[in-house]
């Protein structure tokens, strides 16, 4: 719902999951949002900009986060440091 100059007024707006865009309940305490830095690729140093993720609990609780978090990331061309 929007007042007469335009701004969001609800109470909550509810998240998507960015792997399954399943709609994430207010009773979904599996549910995280993770905020992944933007590296510039020349000097590899944080840019001061990030990109956030939110996944379900559903997709934690099937043992799929990480895969989910990792395709997410490349998908959208962020990047990330491998540590070996």
């Excluded at 990109?51 to 990047?79: C, H, I, P, Q, W």
Aim: proline share 2%.
């Amino acid at each position: 719902m929007q007042n007469e100059a335009g701004e969001n007024v609800e109470m909550y707006i509810p998240r998507k999951c960015s792997w399954t865009s399943r709609i994430i309940s207010a009773k979904d305490h599996g549910s995280v949002q993770l905020n992944v830095a933007n590296v510039d690729p020349i000097t590899g140093l944080y840019t001061g900009e990030s990109k956030a993720f939110a996944l379900a609990g559903y997709v934690r609780n099937k043992s799929e986060g990480d895969m989910a978090l990792t395709d997410l990331v490349a998908k959208n061309d962020a990047k990330a440091l491998i540590v070996e």
